[in-house]
T-cell receptor
Framework: AQSVTQLGSHVSVSEGALVLLRCNYSSSVPPYLFWYVQYPNQGLQLLLKYTTGATLVKGINGFEAEFKKSETSFHLTKPSAHMSDAAEYFCAVRPGGGADGLTFGKGTHLIIQP | DTGVSQNPRHKITKRGQNVTFRCDPISEHNRLYWYRQTLGQGPEFLTYFQNEAQLEKSRLLSDRFSAERPKGSFSTLEIQRTEQGDSAMYLC???????????FGPGTRLLVL
């Protein structure tokens, strides 16, 4: 069975500062990994995903994440936070060859301080 | 491409009533997924379809929950004899292929009084 742990239910950063949202996973087979963002009263929007190949993945809105197999991590970063980045962020995993349902973490609420 | 749509967006019902939610996937997406999201939690996978075939339903929360996709297009999720614990956001997603990106709809928020 797979699981996802997101460290920090709330993360607060100043506008212009580095954003780092942590995600660790467990999976019995090579995983596919995802980051989704959810704005209030909206569905989830895909930021980026890792399937195979290059371990540094670039996504939309300046976000990127690096798959580190040895650390079972897939942390999300953005060099400079914008006020519009304030939202809920979810990390998710799906075993590469298994059932198609995603397993999500509990989410991290990103707060941007002016 | 109009995205995944869900109706209704909000539903308030009394305990013991049945409710049905509808999901219209992105056209030509053959895979459709249902998730439940409770307050402060990430979405929880419930079930999924490939065309009209329901390929996984062991994760449905109880036998009060059922889902259909009769013609391989839209899908419905029904909850019978609702309980207060069923209050949640119900999300639908679709993908073009087995390992394709899942695109989510806006969700249906259910409140059981």
């Amino acid at each position: 069975a797979q699981s996802v742990t997101q460290l920090g239910s709330h993360v607060s950063v100043s506008e212009g500062a580095l954003v780092l949202l942590r995600c660790n996973y467990s999976s019995s087979v090579p995983p596919y990994l995802f980051w989704y963002v959810q704005y209030p009263n909206q569905g989830l929007q895909l930021l980026l995903k890792y399937t195979t190949g290059a371990t540094l993945v670039k996504g939309i809105n300046g976000f990127e994440a690096e798959f580190k197999k040895s650390e079972t991590s897939f942390h999300l970063t953005k060099p400079s936070a914008h006020m519009s980045d304030a939202a809920e962020y979810f990390c998710a995993v799906r075993p590469g060859g298994g059932a198609d349902g995603l397993t999500f973490g509990k989410g991290t609420h990103l707060i941007i301080q002016p | 491409d109009t995205g995944v749509s869900q109706n209704p967006r909000h539903k308030i019902t009394k305990r013991g009533q049945n409710v049905t939610f509808r999901c219209d996937p992105i056209s030509e997406h053959n895979r459709l997924y249902w998730y439940r999201q409770t307050l402060g939690q990430g979405p929880e996978f419930l079930t999924y379809f490939q065309n009209e075939a329901q390929l996984e339903k062991s994760r449905l929360l109880s036998d009060r929950f059922s889902a259909e996709r009769p013609k391989g297009s839209f899908s419905t999720l029904e909850i019978q004899r609702t309980e207060q614990g069923d209050s949640a956001m119900y999300l639908c997603a679709s993908s073009l292929e087995r390992l394709g990106t899942q695109y989510f709809g806006p969700g249906t928020r259910l409140l059981v009084l």
